[in-house]
């Protein structure tokens, strides 16, 4: 005979090969679940008594009296029964978590051990197999014996009448309820086979600690899937517990389990379901209870799923449908991003960072493939909070990796294009509360008159406030709003630090709306479920083929794409960030960090994979010696590496309707600087850069208004209240300040600044740079 490690002899389908012939005995009939349901039984005994002299009308009276709103005795097969839903990862393979109001997974009688049916059997309703629905001789003896001892210790329902109780009528002990259990427990017999109501009572039953069913009380006490795992002592055990589940709890009372095991034994000897030996062997087994594992992985993305999951079907369904969900989550994946995470913040203690999330998604089909919302879920330091889901619900600032949406607003409704010049210049302005808002570069640099591409390349401030100035914030707000994110934020408190990421927002926000760029344009919403199947086999809600809409035009997104890539492109690309986020394929990215080192952020994509990640202190203290190339963006770069290994390294397709044109701009990696124009007489000989466009955008003359003749700059003044801070910084210029070793300025309408002099004075030609009218203003704050 096998045995189950140890603890006794396990009884299958092949017990049916020593099984003793069945003799009828008497038992001690169990005590109604209910308690006071017995001291009902006398009465419903009067009754049946009382049919067997009632004659013809007066019997039809009665029982069309209480048959009048019983529900049919077929709705036993209909009634819903509360499932559990199962939360897989995409394989199916791997289970993330259970969501169940009660846990019960459904079982098919022939998956039942008949030994285990014989022991509920003769527990619970001893006559069962011939027995009309009701016990007559069981409710007389339970009436006899409620009698002699004075108060309620036995009932008198068969397995039907349990069945009937539990899914139709509810358990109000009353007599009327009692008649009503009765007749629908004899209609129910006469609807359904034995074995109909055997697998429905199976499947039913309550066993304690949230098991309901047998199936679900066999994982729940014993950690075993497949009943005919189970040994003698350990279905006896199971079968003794739906009388009085927390009476007999073999985790709680296990001196109670084990000796109500023993009458179940006693039971089955006495019915001739198994030998004296046997149940002696069985007595003697240990109650050792090994519930199954608790399933909760990769908590927060799990939390995710549930919450779509939720938004699709409803808590009850969701709780109760008996669904499996197939989820977008790829479990290696997922491995291998809690790993990189963990690691790389560990590595950077000496920065103080404790904490950092990463979402990955396709920007193709809108999954989400793997989710860390913290470093640990279950470290509740301060600095790390972990669960916590900074990936899904934090607020934090984005940094500089909002420029997208800046300069994204400032080419669809600007009409800027990559080649656009900004001035990189620091300026003094009132930020509506009284002070003066005068914002830096992060190197404190000021680079003058810099391109679109250069100015992204080297994520400068400067130019993307001219840009914030330029549109507006309410553009740029409705350009996020275009891309499908529906933040919306307090435009009264915003100023031109908006612009530049000083508006909070959650890390999947601004996952999907770089989604919609690397995705050329088409939003996909993003989606933690690939597709839920319901407890049938049907598939009744299906992601794996996504709505897409188009929100911007693809062009304008290969472009933004198109100077992104070049933040990874250390030979091509940018100098600043290139060295160090490189994945050896073509990969746009954009990092941030604000002024207070509260937050760093680096958000990448390949066109099949986009990676976003955040770094920080979930107790907001500020972390120091480090910048987003060095804690995010190398964690982005690592990290990718191995997500994107095994594809191949497509680049990003370029659309119909974009144009090259060669215009005048430094082409070093530390240039940048020129006039963004077709090249006039005027422009320097090596100022020549191949520049992408959208067609209809691109520049049409070129440059002689820009390189005045002897070679001088035009600087552009594009607000009055400017103009002093672009003076002082162009007579500085022009005597060598700002060249740091890449520039070489001479800029028309200026002196050389000298120690005396005014900076900004006009030159001795008594030309000045004419100012473009001042825009309506923008109240600005402090960022």
Same mark, same amino acid.
């Given at each position: 005979?096998?045995?189950?490690?140890?603890?006794?002899?396990?009884?299958?389908?092949?017990?049916?090969?020593?099984?003793?012939?069945?003799?009828?005995?008497?038992?001690?009939?169990?005590?109604?679940?209910?308690?006071?349901?017995?001291?009902?039984?006398?009465?419903?005994?009067?009754?049946?008594?009382?049919?067997?002299?009632?004659?013809?009308?007066?019997?039809?009276? &009665?029982?069309?009296?209480?048959?009048?709103?019983?529900?049919?005795?077929?709705?036993?097969?209909?009634?819903?029964?509360?499932? %559990?839903?199962?939360?897989?990862?995409?394989?199916?393979?791997?289970?993330?978590?259970?969501?169940?109001?009660?846990?019960?997974?459904?079982?098919?009688?022939?998956?039942?051990? +008949?030994?285990?049916?014989?022991?509920?059997?003769?527990?619970?309703?001893?006559?069962?197999?011939?027995?009309?629905?009701?016990?007559?001789?069981?409710?007389?003896?339970?009436?006899?014996?409620?009698?002699?001892?004075?108060?309620?210790?036995?009932?008198?329902?068969?397995?039907?009448?349990?069945?009937?109780?539990?899914?139709?009528?509810?358990?109000?002990?009353?007599?009327?309820?009692?008649?009503?259990?009765?007749?629908?427990?004899?209609?129910?017999?006469?609807?359904?086979?034995?074995?109909?109501?055997?697998?429905?009572?199976?499947?039913?039953?309550?066993?304690?600690?949230?098991?309901?069913?047998?199936?679900?009380?066999?994982?729940?006490?014993?950690?075993?899937?497949?009943?005919?795992?189970?040994?003698?002592?350990?279905?006896?055990?199971?079968?003794?517990?739906?009388?009085?589940?927390?009476?007999?709890?073999?985790?709680?009372?296990?001196?109670?389990?084990?000796?109500?095991?023993?009458?179940?034994?006693?039971?089955?000897?006495?019915?001739?379901?198994?030998?004296?030996?046997?149940?002696?062997?069985?007595?003697?087994? $240990?109650?050792?209870?090994?519930?199954?594992?608790?399933?909760?992985?990769?908590?927060?993305?799990?939390?995710?799923?549930?919450?779509?999951?939720?938004?699709?079907?409803? +808590?009850?369904?969701?709780?109760?449908?008996?669904?499996?969900?197939?989820?977008?989550?790829?479990? #290696?994946?997922?491995?291998?991003?809690?790993?990189?995470?963990?690691?790389?913040?560990?590595?950077?203690?000496?920065?103080?960072?404790? #904490?950092?999330?990463?979402?990955?998604?396709?920007?193709?089909?809108?999954?989400?493939?793997?989710?860390? *919302? %913290?470093? /640990?879920?279950? /470290?509740?330091?301060?600095?790390?909070?972990?669960?916590?889901?900074?990936?899904?619900?934090?607020?934090?600032?984005?940094?500089?990796?909002?420029?997208?949406?800046?300069?994204?607003?400032?080419?669809?409704?600007?009409?800027?294009?990559?080649?656009?010049?900004?001035?990189?210049?620091? &300026? #003094?302005? $009132?930020?509506?509360?009284?002070?003066?808002?005068?914002?830096?570069?992060? @190197?404190?640099?000021?680079?003058?008159?810099?391109?679109?591409?250069?100015?992204?390349?080297?994520?400068?401030?400067?130019?993307?406030? #001219?840009?914030?100035?330029?549109?507006?914030?309410?553009?740029?707000?409705?350009?996020?709003?275009?891309?499908?994110?529906?933040?919306? !934020?307090?435009?009264?408190?915003?100023?031109?630090?908006?612009?530049?990421?000083?508006? +909070?927002?959650?890390?999947?926000?601004?996952?999907?709306?770089?989604?919609?760029?690397?995705?050329? *344009?088409?939003?996909?919403?993003?989606?933690?479920?690939?597709?839920?199947?319901?407890?049938?086999?049907?598939?009744?809600?299906? &992601?794996?083929?996504?709505?897409?809409?188009?929100?911007?035009?693809?062009?304008?997104?290969?472009?933004?794409?198109?100077?992104?890539?070049?933040?990874?492109?250390?030979?091509?690309?940018?100098?600043?960030?290139?060295?160090?986020?490189?994945?050896?394929?073509?990969?746009?990215?954009?990092?941030?960090?604000? /002024?207070?080192?509260?937050?760093?952020?680096?958000?990448?994509?390949?066109?099949?994979?986009?990676?976003?990640?955040?770094?920080?202190?979930?107790?907001?203290? +500020?972390?120091?010696?480090?910048?987003?190339?060095?804690?995010?963006?190398?964690?982005?770069?690592?990290?990718?590496?191995?997500?994107?290994?095994?594809?191949?390294?497509?680049? &990003?397709?370029?659309?119909?309707?974009?144009?090259?044109?060669?215009?005048?701009?430094? =082409?070093?990696?530390?240039?940048?600087?020129?006039?963004?124009?077709?090249?006039?007489?005027?422009?320097?000989?090596?100022?020549? !850069?191949?520049?992408?466009?959208?067609?209809?955008?691109?520049?049409?003359?070129?440059?002689?208004?820009?390189?005045?003749?002897?070679?001088?700059?035009?600087?552009?003044?594009?607000?009055?209240?400017?103009?002093?801070?672009?003076?002082?910084?162009?007579?500085?210029?022009?005597?060598?300040?700002?060249?740091?070793?890449?520039?070489?300025?001479?800029?028309?309408?200026?002196?050389?600044?000298?120690?005396?002099?005014?900076?900004?004075?006009?030159?001795?030609?008594?030309? @000045?740079?004419?100012?473009?009218?001042? =825009?309506?203003?923008? @109240?600005?704050?402090?960022?």
């Amino acid at each position: 005979m096998a045995l189950n490690n140890g603890t006794g002899p396990r009884f299958g389908h092949a017990y049916r090969a020593y099984r003793m012939p069945h003799k009828r005995g008497r038992l001690t009939r169990r005590p109604s679940a209910a308690g006071r349901l017995g001291a009902t039984a006398g009465v419903l005994t009067a009754v049946l008594i009382t049919f067997g002299v009632l004659a013809g009308t007066a019997a039809a009276a &009665f029982f069309g009296y209480f048959a009048s709103d019983l529900p049919a005795a077929h709705d036993l097969a209909t009634v819903p029964v509360p499932l %559990s839903t199962y939360i897989y990862d995409r394989t199916g393979e791997h289970l993330l978590y259970t969501l169940e109001e009660q846990r019960r997974d459904l079982v098919k009688l022939g998956e039942v051990p +008949e030994i285990m049916q014989d022991a509920t059997i003769a527990i619970e309703d001893h006559t069962f197999w011939s027995n009309p629905g009701i016990d007559v001789g069981g409710i007389v003896r339970a009436l006899q014996v409620n009698m002699a001892r004075g108060g309620v210790s036995q009932g008198g329902s068969t397995i039907t009448q349990q069945l009937i109780k539990i899914r139709l009528l509810g358990d109000e002990p009353t007599v009327t309820r009692k008649i009503k259990e009765a007749m629908l427990a004899i209609e129910a017999t006469r609807t359904f086979s034995k074995q109909q109501i055997l697998e429905m009572y199976f499947n039913q039953i309550f066993y304690g600690n949230q098991a309901y069913g047998l199936k679900a009380a066999a994982k729940t006490y014993f950690g075993v899937a497949d009943l005919t795992q189970l040994t003698l002592g350990q279905m006896a055990l199971l079968a003794g517990l739906p009388q009085a589940p927390s009476d007999y709890d073999p985790v709680q009372n296990p001196n109670a389990a084990a000796a109500r095991r023993g009458l179940v034994l006693d039971a089955m000897v006495e019915q001739g379901y198994i030998t004296e030996a046997q149940a002696d062997q069985a007595k003697a087994e $240990p109650i050792k209870v090994t519930p199954a594992a608790t399933s909760l992985y990769a908590p927060h993305f799990t939390f995710r799923a549930r919450e779509q999951l939720i938004q699709l079907l409803g +808590e009850k369904a969701a709780y109760r449908g008996g669904y499996r969900v197939f989820t977008t989550l790829d479990y #290696n994946m997922q491995q291998l991003a809690e790993k990189e995470v963990k690691d790389h913040v560990d590595g950077l203690k000496f920065a103080n960072v404790g #904490n950092a999330a990463l979402i990955t998604m396709d920007p193709t089909t809108g999954e989400i493939l793997a989710y860390v *919302g %913290s470093k /640990d879920y279950y /470290d509740h330091s301060a600095k790390v909070q972990g669960d916590y889901d900074v990936a899904g619900i934090g607020l934090r600032q984005p940094g500089s990796t909002f420029k997208l949406f800046t300069y994204l607003t400032g080419m669809l409704k600007g009409g800027m294009t990559a080649s656009t010049v900004l001035n990189d210049i620091e &300026f #003094n302005m $009132p930020d509506g509360s009284g002070k003066t808002y005068s914002p830096k570069d992060a @190197t404190k640099e000021q680079h003058g008159p810099t391109t679109v591409r250069q100015a992204l390349r080297e994520s400068l401030n400067l130019p993307a406030l #001219n840009v914030t100035r330029m549109v507006g914030v309410d553009a740029i707000i409705d350009t996020v709003h275009q891309l499908g994110i529906q933040r919306d !934020w307090d435009r009264s408190r915003l100023g031109l630090s908006f612009g530049i990421g000083a508006g +909070e927002m959650r890390l999947i926000d601004m996952a999907s709306a770089y989604q919609v760029v690397a995705n050329y *344009g088409r939003r996909i919403e993003p989606t933690f479920i690939s597709r839920i199947v319901d407890s049938t086999g049907k598939v009744v809600k299906d &992601f794996t083929k996504p709505e897409t809409k188009q929100v911007i035009d693809e062009r304008y997104a290969w472009i933004m794409t198109n100077i992104l890539k070049d933040n990874t492109d250390p030979v091509h690309g940018s100098f600043v960030f290139g060295p160090f986020t490189s994945i050896g394929r073509p990969a746009a990215l954009k990092t941030g960090t604000t /002024d207070n080192l509260q937050d760093a952020l680096a958000i990448g994509y390949t066109p099949t994979r986009l990676t976003a990640i955040w770094m920080g202190n979930s107790d907001n203290t +500020e972390m120091n010696g480090i910048s987003s190339a060095l804690g995010p963006g190398i964690l982005w770069r690592d990290y990718m590496k191995t997500v994107v290994g095994a594809l191949p390294p497509d680049d &990003f397709k370029r659309p119909a309707g974009i144009v090259d044109k060669v215009v005048c701009v430094n =082409p070093a990696l530390t240039g940048g600087n020129g006039s963004g124009k077709l090249p006039g007489p005027n422009c320097p000989s090596s100022f020549r !850069w191949t520049e992408q466009y959208v067609q209809g955008t691109e520049p049409t003359t070129d440059d002689r208004d820009v390189y005045l003749p002897g070679g001088c700059y035009k600087i552009s003044i594009p607000f009055s209240d400017w103009t002093a801070d672009i003076g002082k910084w162009a007579s500085a210029a022009n005597g060598g300040t700002y060249g740091y070793g890449r520039f070489s300025w001479n800029i028309c309408g200026y002196s050389r600044a000298t120690p005396s002099g005014s900076p900004g004075s006009p030159s001795p030609s008594g030309r @000045t740079p004419a100012p473009t009218p001042t =825009p309506r203003p923008t @109240t600005t704050k402090k960022p």
